[in-house]
């Protein structure tokens, strides 16, 4: 079955949740749970699937706050909320990556690099969405692919036993055209009041590329965000703690003005926090070119084939 590049991502991206343990031990549960809020398959209950995906975390969540617990149930989060939203721009040019090394492009991770003095850190992301150039290259088969290495050299498509050879075709794609790919960055917090500092101070570094002053850099001398064609980094949230959050909150002033918005898994309240299913219209509207809720439905018919690696149905 032919398959493009973006696609390809996607199942590996997905397959690569699944394999995880605190996944297994919740899907079956969570599986349920989103079941019951699909009443019809068709784009519109997808993406409100929007509105309840909190509902459907504390589903398998207990109420303590020991350590063991918070680590695990950041996990799961940020594995839910990157299944909703690769389920959701299906066919489309983005893809979600739980931050993996060998699924996401060399030059983006070095572009995502913040260094202090000579030794790089790793960022807080949890989740990377890469959005594809509007080029003929991603939406071909991926066999057809021709693509070259750095000394001119045609890199070919399998290796070993007929395995894609995605890693060395992807860097070549994404050197060539760093420029046209788009960049967000989402941080997945079970714990708003503990959490929303965080993604505020990382988009003001992101945002300032770095303070030369305090010998802290942004990228690499070959990848710049700024040379993408756009970046956002955006703050989902549960959020597990109790208590209301209005726009005079803390919590809340901390992330209102981050470049991708803040978000969580419950319906929007207005001037505090938009439900994570608006986050498709201001963070990736140009990953297709006939909507998200068209581009949808031409997929969700093919659920129970060639994407049943999501297991919804």
Same mark, same amino acid.
């Given at each position: 079955?032919?398959?493009?590049?973006?696609?390809?991502?996607?199942?590996?991206?997905?397959?690569?949740?699944?394999?995880?343990?605190?996944?297994?031990?919740? %899907?079956?549960?969570?599986?349920?749970?989103?079941?019951?809020?699909?009443?019809?398959?068709?784009?519109?209950?997808?993406?409100?699937?929007?509105?309840?995906?909190?509902?459907?975390?504390?589903?398998?969540?207990?109420?303590?706050?020991?350590?063991?617990?918070?680590?695990?149930?950041?996990?799961?989060?940020?594995?839910?909320?990157?299944?909703?939203?690769?389920?959701?721009?299906?066919?489309?040019?983005?893809?979600?990556?739980?931050?993996?090394?060998?699924?996401?492009?060399?030059?983006?991770?070095?572009?995502?690099?913040?260094?202090?003095?000579?030794?790089?850190?790793?960022?807080?992301?949890?989740?990377?969405?890469?959005?594809?150039?509007?080029?003929?290259?991603?939406?071909?088969?991926?066999?057809?692919?021709?693509?070259?290495?750095?000394?001119?050299?045609?890199?070919?498509?399998?290796?070993?036993?007929?395995?894609?050879?995605?890693?060395?075709?992807?860097?070549?794609?994404?050197?060539?055209?760093?420029?046209?790919?788009?960049?967000?960055?989402?941080?997945? #917090?079970?714990?708003?009041?503990?959490?929303?500092?965080?993604?505020?101070? %990382?988009?003001?570094?992101?945002?300032?590329?770095?303070?030369?002053?305090?010998?802290?850099?942004?990228?690499?001398?070959?990848? #710049?965000?700024?040379?993408?064609?756009?970046?956002?980094?955006?703050?989902?949230?549960?959020?597990?703690? #109790?208590?209301?959050?209005?726009?005079?909150?803390?919590?809340?002033?901390?992330?209102?003005?981050?470049?991708?918005?803040?978000? %969580?898994?419950?319906?929007?309240?207005?001037?505090?926090?938009?439900?994570?299913?608006?986050?498709?219209?201001?963070?990736?509207?140009?990953?297709?070119?006939?909507?998200?809720?068209?581009?949808?439905?031409?997929?969700?018919?093919?659920?129970?084939?060639?994407?049943?690696?999501?297991?919804?149905?």
């Amino acid at each position: 079955m032919s398959q493009t590049i973006i696609e390809h991502l996607r199942k590996e991206a997905i397959n690569h949740l699944f394999s995880l343990d605190t996944v297994q031990n919740c %899907w079956s549960i969570w599986k349920a749970q989103i079941q019951q809020q699909l009443p019809d398959l068709n784009a519109i209950n997808v993406l409100d699937l929007g509105d309840h995906l909190s509902n459907v975390f504390r589903s398998t969540g207990g109420n303590g706050r020991g350590q063991g617990e918070v680590s695990g149930g950041g996990t799961a989060w940020e594995a839910l909320i990157c299944w909703y939203m690769n389920l959701c721009l299906l066919e489309s040019r983005t893809v979600v990556v739980k931050f993996k090394k060998r699924l996401i492009p060399t030059p983006i991770r070095e572009a995502l690099i913040v260094s202090y003095g000579a030794s790089p850190t790793s960022t807080e992301s949890d989740l990377v969405a890469i959005t594809f150039p509007e080029k003929e290259i991603y939406a071909g088969n991926k066999l057809d692919i021709v693509a070259r290495d750095h000394a001119g050299q045609i890199i070919p498509t399998t290796v070993g036993r007929n395995r894609f050879n995605y890693e060395k075709i992807i860097d070549s794609l994404a050197d060539i055209d760093f420029s046209d790919y788009e960049v967000g960055v989402i941080q997945c #917090k079970t714990n708003w009041n503990d959490s929303a500092q965080i993604p505020m101070l %990382w988009d003001m570094v992101y945002a300032s590329e770095g303070f030369s002053r305090n010998q802290i850099s942004v990228g690499t001398s070959a990848y #710049k965000i700024r040379n993408l064609r756009k970046f956002s980094y955006s703050f989902v949230t549960v959020p597990t703690n #109790k208590g209301s959050f209005t726009q005079n909150t803390l919590a809340v002033k901390r992330v209102q003005n981050i470049s991708g918005g803040n978000y %969580w898994g419950q319906a929007s309240q207005p001037g505090v926090v938009y439900s994570v299913k608006e986050i498709f219209g201001r963070n990736f509207s140009s990953s297709t070119s006939i909507g998200t809720r068209a581009t949808l439905n031409a997929a969700l018919p093919k659920l129970s084939q060639e994407y049943s690696y999501f297991d919804l149905i």
